[in-house]
């Protein structure tokens, strides 16, 4: 069962354009969420974060919205570059209650056309 | 500062031996956390290790065993190793330990299992 989905496998947008990279998740316990990016052969990079008692952060062209009630998160790329072309992750905590539980979305493929 | 390295970043091994990979976190950074990716199941978290302890871990058999030095290096062992086992594995560190530490990722040891 998986707790953290990203529905869309691949995502292409005209460079300038906003991308918008979805994510949805199921246990409500999660409390903290992370977006990361990989280029092929590399290893993610840690992008942007938002803690479950937010509902946005922004840092620069990168923008994560939260909505708890609908268990959604969103990454918004504005405006896209052909640099941003790679798979995303969207990753969510639980760190309550003495447990600990990091779980990852499949990933969405972005491709930012020139 | 160099990244987060990791070695080797090849291996192919045979049903049934045992594995060891290496992670060297960037200098100064205390936690040391280790990822599996396939295609199939995505990214998941093996465990996390911070001060030579291993703090938190995700959902795998006790084949998968980590150790942390005191010098932050930090080595994953799986052994009776099966060919499900094939996959990328991730190492990252970050200074601190929690979910608001941001990580730094290696590129990874790509194992075969045959």
């Known amino acids: 069962d998986q707790q953290v989905k990203q529905n869309s496998p691949s995502l292409s947008v005209q460079e300038g354009r906003i991308s918008i990279l979805n994510c949805d998740y199921t246990n409500s316990m999660f409390d903290y969420f992370l977006w990361y990016k990989k280029y092929p052969a590399e290893g993610p990079t840690f992008l942007i974060s938002?803690?479950?008692?937010?509902d946005k952060n922004e840092d620069g062209r990168f923008t994560v919205f939260l909505n708890k009630s609908a268990k959604h998160l969103s990454l918004h790329i504005v405006p896209s570059q052909p640099g941003d072309s790679a798979v995303y992750f969207c990753?969510?905590?639980?760190?309550?209650?003495?447990?600990?539980?990091?779980?990852f979305g499949k990933g969405t493929k972005l491709s930012v056309i020139p | 500062k160099a990244g987060v390295t990791q070695t080797p970043r090849y291996l192919i091994k045979t049903r049934g031996q045992q594995v060891t990979l290496s992670c060297s976190p960037i200098?100064?950074?205390?936690?040391v956390s280790w990822y599996q990716q396939t295609p199939g199941q995505g990214l998941q978290f093996l465990f996390e290790?911070?001060?030579?302890?291993?703090?938190n871990k995700g959902n795998f058999p006790g084949r998968f065993s980590g150790r942390q030095f005191s010098n932050s290096r930090s080595e994953m062992n799986v052994s009776t190793l099966e060919l499900g086992d094939s996959a990328l594995y991730l190492c990252a560190s970050s200074l601190g330990q929690g979910a608001a530490e941001t990580q730094y990722f290696g590129p990874g040891t790509r194992l075969l299992v045959l």
């Open positions: 990753a969510a905590i639980s760190s309550g209650a003495g447990s600990y539980q990091l779980t």
């Open positions: 938002i803690s479950s008692i937010k």
């Open positions: 200098s100064g950074h205390r936690s």
């Open positions: 290790y911070f001060s030579e302890t291993q703090r």
